[in-house]
């Protein structure tokens, strides 16, 4: 929140007289203090520069003296000659030095006075300081209400371009919408059409299929009318042939019957009879296939109703599909039309934003510049009432008393009693038993009485008289913030950064190398140090650089990808962690990125150098834009410590492990979780990816190296036979697994199959760091008792081993005995 001064009454004593001053416009009649200050200094000024001219005069007089001494000397020196010469020198030299005695007794005496008058003026000086320092804080005051005035407009100008800017955009955006929709309609209609028109020429082909089943059917149900008609009309004739012959048998027998005798009317009788069977048979063989004749007529009449059927409905799809194929090309050509007037749309409001949006670019610019103004003026205004006890600083006063004595118990992670002290916004919202600080009213203010009773901070020594009149002040006062400091902002992050102890120049034992790291060319070696980095030549050992200014212990080293500066992880345990980077060649510090409440133990560049990734004790995952050192993600998605960070080859991913026994695989720009694999089982320390992106890397307390997938986090495979815990991984790009581990050694495995391929022996102690550069093939390890050794990477044999620390000179054989 920013805030101004209430006007403030101030009575002074000057010469005798009460003088009260406003926080406001003085009258034009009374001069202010700082002109009367101004007239005392000059006062004193003309007594100071009368002194100068009476040592003038006096040096003048002395050299006189020195130049008729001389001459006095000379002319003693000549008496027999010039007496007369010599005497009148010497009343001369007795002259000036009455003149020298005079002209001293008369410096003395304006040294005196100028003394007095000094110490006159610094009195009137001191009365009047309160006064000259409250014109200050209203003049300061004045100028940054007129800033405050200035922002104020340029903000409502912005916002006013703004607005009308995301009318426009609004308004180009839904031109887009359109634009987008024609297109994916026109896509969706251009790739309908072949589909439609194959429909159609199968439509065409079904129905030309179904139009000669249609007249194949026809011509079999002429076929079965004609048969049935053919076996009606047999039918008929056969049964005319039977009535005849039947009209002969009955003749022919009856005349039989009236001769039996007579052979001729029995032979008549007997071949009528036979006549009248056969007759009787082929009546019942017509009546049999009119009856099959009458069965496949209807089946043909059924058949052809069928095909029939079959062929409108072949030819309404015919049809359907044509109009389909028809309506589908009419739609393409609209929505072409749609697409080119589309477009033409969004060109035309793309070209009316532009303007607007350059012209709100530059009031952004410019709105930027008056706050920045504003904000250094009113911080200035800030500072002066800071002398006249109208303001605190909470960054640079009371932020560091909370983040010292109170922080241990009331962070994010221990909020006891749900007070989560970490930022200005949690201290003012309070905890479980309300608000805790009342601004303006100290005496009421829980956070005052806790600490001004020694109730807090619990278990430790209580608050100085001093640290506990700061924080009642700051309550008094308002409790507000500094101008231009982020309400959210851990206090780590704002109080005042000091300077890291400087290191040792001689070790007098050495330190556990936790990290490091070669130069991208292979020819420096960077290491941990206790409160630095150090730089050896990577060929011989020796060392060649100290970057200083660091937490005391170096758990994290990565070189940009051009060699030129150097980012560096550490902390100091439970107390403090940072990240900071550093020019290689002169050690500058040129940016401190984070700061936090205990140990940062990892740091890794982007492949392309531009972002930095963090992780720590305090859980968390931190981005940042190396440029400019903003901080583009907060990823709080694990349960315990952050040990290991590692970027995919393309640097969309970023991939941890922690000591929650879990790796998890992010996405670099969102920060979404993508996978968690977990089957460790322990804690993880070392993390990173193949050189194809396709596979995740991990290793830690359970011995083991697993190869997992990162779309599913299912294990692809794992390399067992470690005898201890894993420290750190490297895996290169051509497929090469390199780790270290509590077990002492080095190992150098294939990617591809977990094939053990070296085992670097030589350390005494576990070894907690690994690095390798591909051009000189070379291998480099630390251990815990200080040393680094350089391996061939390729045979696996020792080059070069040496104790990194400065002037460390180990025990002599006689010494130890």
Not at 41 to 63: E, G, L, R, Y
Not at 115 to 124: C, D, I, S
Not at 251 to 256: L, T
Not at 528 to 550: Q, S, W
Request: aromatic share 4%; proline share 4%; charged share 25%.
């Amino acid at each position: 929140m920013l805030w101004t001064p209430k006007p403030v009454q101030l009575s002074v004593v000057i010469a005798g007289v009460v003088c009260i001053a406003l926080a406001g416009p003085l009258s034009a009649a009374e001069p202010t203090a700082r002109e009367k200050a101004a007239t005392l200094k000059q006062q004193a000024d003309a007594a100071a520069a009368k002194v100068t001219a009476a040592k003038k005069a006096a040096s003048k007089i002395a050299s006189q003296e020195k130049t008729l001494a001389k001459a006095a000397d000379a002319a003693r020196d000549a008496a027999s000659k010039a007496a007369e010469a010599a005497k009148k020198a010497a009343d001369a030299l007795i002259t000036a030095q009455e003149a020298l005695k005079n002209a001293q007794a008369g410096t003395v005496a304006a040294q005196k006075a100028a003394k007095t008058k000094n110490q006159e003026v610094q009195t009137e000086l001191a009365k009047l300081q309160p006064l000259i320092d409250q014109e200050i804080v209203v003049e300061l005051t004045a100028v940054a209400a007129e800033a405050e005035t200035r922002r104020a407009a340029a903000e409502k100008v912005f916002q006013a371009s703004n607005e009308k800017l995301k009318a426009l955009q609004t308004a180009l955006q839904a031109a887009k919408t359109v634009e987008r929709k024609a297109k994916a309609d026109l896509a969706a209609a251009e790739k309908d059409l072949p589909t439609k028109t194959e429909a159609a020429k199968k439509a065409t082909e079904a129905k030309t299929a179904a139009d000669a089943a249609a007249k194949a059917a026809a011509d079999a149900l002429k076929v079965a009318t004609d048969a049935k008609a053919a076996a009606e009309k047999a039918a008929q004739m056969t049964a005319a042939t039977a009535k005849a012959t039947a009209g002969t048998a009955a003749s022919a027998a009856a005349a039989a019957a009236t001769a039996p005798e007579n052979k001729e009317l029995a032979e008549l009788k007997t071949l009528t009879e036979k006549v009248a069977a056969s007759t009787a048979a082929a009546a019942k063989a017509d009546a049999e296939k009119i009856t099959a004749a009458t069965a496949a007529l209807a089946a043909a009449e059924k058949k052809n109703k069928d095909a029939q059927t079959a062929a409108a409905a072949a030819t309404k799809a015919a049809t359907d599909a044509t109009a389909a194929v028809t309506a589908v090309t009419a739609q393409i050509e609209t929505l072409k039309t749609t697409v080119a007037k589309a477009a033409e749309s969004v060109k035309k409001a793309d070209a009316d934003a532009q303007p607007v949006r350059d012209e709100t670019a530059k009031l952004q610019l410019a709105l930027n510049t008056i706050t920045t103004e504003h904000v250094n003026k009113l911080q200035a205004s800030q500072r002066a009432m800071v002398k006249t006890d109208q303001f605190v600083m909470f960054s640079e006063q009371v932020a560091p008393i909370f983040a010292k004595r109170c922080l241990a118990c009331h962070n994010a992670r221990t909020a006891k009693g749900r007070y989560n002290m970490e930022s200005f916004a949690g201290i003012i919202k309070g905890g479980e038993q309300g608000d805790t600080v009342l601004p303006h009213d100290g005496e009421n203010s829980n956070l005052f009485l806790l600490i001004e009773d020694g109730s807090m901070p619990e278990d430790s020594d209580p608050l100085t008289d001093e640290e506990i009149a700061i924080v009642k002040k700051w309550i008094d006062l308002g409790a507000v913030i500094d101008a231009g400091v982020s309400p959210d902002a851990s206090l780590a992050t704002i109080i005042p950064k000091l300077p890291q102890p400087a290191s040792p120049e001689s070790y007098r034992v050495p330190m556990p190398i936790t990290a490091l790291r070669y130069s991208p060319d292979g020819k420096t070696l960077a290491s941990a140090g206790y409160h630095e980095v150090l730089l050896f030549n990577a060929a011989d050992g020796k060392r060649t650089a100290r970057i200083g200014n660091l937490a005391e212990r170096v758990y994290g080293i990565d070189f940009a990808p051009d060699g030129k500066t150097i980012a560096v992880a550490a902390g100091t345990p439970a107390q403090m962690g940072e990240v900071k980077l550093f020019d290689v060649a002169t050690g500058k510090l040129l940016r401190d990125f984070v700061t936090s409440q205990d140990s940062i133990y990892t740091v890794k560049l982007s492949p392309d150098g531009t972002r930095l990734a963090v992780g720590g004790a305090d859980r968390a995952i931190r981005v940042f834009e190396v440029a400019t050192g903003k901080q583009q993600l907060i990823i709080e998605d694990h349960a315990d410590w952050v040990m290991d960070l590692a970027w995919s080859p393309d640097g969309a991913k970023l991939a941890s492990a922690s000591r929650d026994k879990t790796s998890k695989v992010f996405d670099a720009v969102k920060g979404d979780s993508l996978v968690t694999f977990s089957s460790h089982g322990e804690p993880v320390f070392g993390v990173a990816f193949s050189g194809d992106n396709k596979q995740v890397i991990t290793a830690g307390r359970d011995k083991k190296i697993r190869i997992w997938n990162p779309e599913n986090a299912k294990q692809i495979r794992e390399i067992a036979g470690f005898s201890n815990e894993i420290n750190e991984i490297v895996v290169t790009p051509e497929g090469k697994i390199f780790s270290c581990g509590a077990d002492k050694l080095g190992h150098e495995h294939t990617l591809a199959d977990g094939k053990a391929v070296h085992e670097f022996k030589g350390h005494n102690d576990w070894v907690y760091t690994i690095t390798y550069h591909p051009g000189t093939k070379r291998v480099a390890t630390g251990s815990y008792d200080g040393e680094i050794r350089v391996w061939n990477a390729e045979d696996g044999k020792s080059l070069l081993n040496f104790i990194a620390a400065p002037g460390y000179k180990p025990p002599s054989a006689t010494a130890a005995k």
